[in-house]
């Protein structure tokens, strides 16, 4: 099955400054890549998506970029905001098979 | 647009215990998914339901597990006894798709098995 692996762990970034997340998949067929945002006492919500026929997508401050090749997907965030502060993961997704997530990445910003 | 509701939030019980967990999808939504979140870990899926079926219940821990979804609305997630190690939160989600794009998620039940 599906392997996902994420890193880092923890990242502390000063307010203002970018922050990356990156994971890595092991089945080249998967095709859908959520990342999900996780604040304290609630569940995962979805922040951004990209699906395997485009490189790159953004929004507003949040961008995602995948390299099927490398198998790899990365989370861009930039000018860091002390509410980003959040435990980050991703998914990936083969046609209609499960959700696989990655073991996530808690995101410090410091003030 | 209300968002995915569970109850309870919060359910501490001894082992060998039974517990339930309550999930109402958002309005609409004909797909419907129980994981588990272990400390520290990414959410695993349980099961899945396209309206009343479970299309995928693979990784359900059917000795000790059930889950059903009468009428394909409302969803109740059961373990019956618990053991120690099922301590974890368990997450509701729902889409409206018949694929696992763009799942919302419920605010999770935490369990403590004592």
Known sequence: GENVEQHPSTLSVQEGDSAVIKCTYSDSASNYFPWYKQELGKGPQLIIDIRSNVGEKKDQRIAVTLNKTAKHFSLHITETQPEDSAVYFCAALRGNEKLTFGTGTRLTIIP | ?114
């Open chain 2, 1 to 114: 647009e209300a968002g995915v509701v569970q109850s309870p939030r919060y359910k501490i019980i001894e082992k060998k215990q039974p517990v339930a967990f309550w999930c109402n999808p958002i309005s609409g939504h004909n797909t419907l998914y129980w994981y588990r979140q272990n400390l520290g870990q990414g959410p695993e899926l349980l099961i899945r339901y396209e309206n009343e079926e479970a299309v995928d219940d693979s990784q359900l821990p059917k000795d000790r597990f059930s889950a059903e979804r009468l009428k394909g609305v409302d969803s109740t997630l059961k373990i019956q006894p618990a053991e120690l190690g099922d301590s974890a939160v368990y997450l509701c989600a729902s889409s409206s798709s018949g694929n696992y794009n763009e799942q919302f998620f419920g605010p999770g039940t935490r369990l403590t098995v004592l």
